[in-house]
C-alpha cells in the first residue's frame, strides 16, 4: 500500500513535499469549510470544494516547474503582504507611546515619548532647539 503510494506520487508535485502555498490553500479550505457551513445560501459550499480541488490538482500536478513557479509567485505576494501588516501594526504602535515631531529646521523626524509635559527637544541632526508638550 504504502509501496503503491510512493510510485503514484513518483514525478508528481505533491512528492516534494507540502509547500507555502499547499498549506495556505489547506488552512483556506478549513476556515471556508467552517465559515460557509454557517452560510445557508446555494453554491457556497463549492467555495472550499474548489480550493480542496485546487489543493489535491497542485499535488498531484506532473508539471513540477509550473506549480514551482505557483508557489514562487505566491511566496513573493504574501511576503509583501505580510510585511505592510507588520510596518503598519508597528507604526501604530509607537503612534500611541511616542509622539513624532518634525523639527522646525530641518524638518528631521524626531520621536518624543508620551506624557512628559514640557520639554525642550534638541534636534539630533542640526541641534536646534525647541519647545514641546508630549
Ligand atoms: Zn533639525
Same mark, same amino acid.
Given at each position: 500500500?504504502?509501496?503503491?503510494?510512493?510510485?503514484?506520487?513518483?514525478?508528481?508535485?505533491?512528492?516534494?513535499?507540502?509547500?507555502?502555498?499547499?498549506?495556505?490553500?489547506?488552512?483556506?479550505?478549513?476556515?471556508?469549510?467552517?465559515?460557509?457551513?454557517?452560510?445557508?445560501?446555494?453554491?457556497?459550499?463549492?467555495?472550499?470544494?474548489?480550493?480542496?480541488?485546487?489543493?489535491?490538482? +497542485?499535488?498531484?500536478? @506532473?508539471?513540477?516547474?509550473?506549480?514551482?513557479?505557483?508557489?514562487?509567485? $505566491?511566496?513573493? /505576494? =504574501?511576503?509583501?503582504?505580510?510585511?505592510?501588516?507588520?510596518?503598519?501594526?508597528?507604526?501604530?504602535?509607537?503612534?500611541?507611546?511616542?509622539?513624532?515631531?518634525?523639527?522646525?529646521?530641518?524638518?528631521?523626524?524626531?520621536?518624543?515619548? +508620551?506624557?512628559?509635559? @514640557?520639554?525642550?527637544?534638541?534636534?539630533?541632526?542640526?541641534?536646534?532647539? $525647541?519647545?514641546? /508638550? =508630549?
Amino acid at each position: 500500500m504504502r509501496e503503491k503510494l510512493f510510485r503514484f506520487m513518483q514525478g508528481r508535485y505533491g512528492a516534494y513535499g507540502a509547500d507555502r502555498l499547499t498549506r495556505f490553500l489547506l488552512i483556506l479550505f478549513l476556515v471556508t469549510f467552517v465559515i460557509t457551513s454557517f452560510i445557508r445560501l446555494p453554491f457556497v459550499g463549492l467555495v472550499p470544494t474548489g480550493i480542496a480541488m485546487y489543493a489535491y490538482f +497542485r499535488l498531484l500536478s @506532473r508539471n513540477v516547474p509550473a506549480r514551482y513557479h505557483e508557489n514562487e509567485v $505566491f511566496s513573493r /505576494v =504574501s511576503s509583501r503582504f505580510l510585511g505592510r501588516i507588520s510596518h503598519v501594526s508597528s507604526s501604530i504602535e509607537q503612534r500611541r507611546r511616542y509622539h513624532i515631531y518634525k523639527c522646525p529646521g530641518c524638518g528631521q523626524k524626531i520621536r518624543i515619548p +508620551r506624557g512628559k509635559g @514640557r520639554i525642550m527637544v534638541r534636534c539630533p541632526k542640526c541641534t536646534q532647539e $525647541f519647545l514641546k /508638550v =508630549s
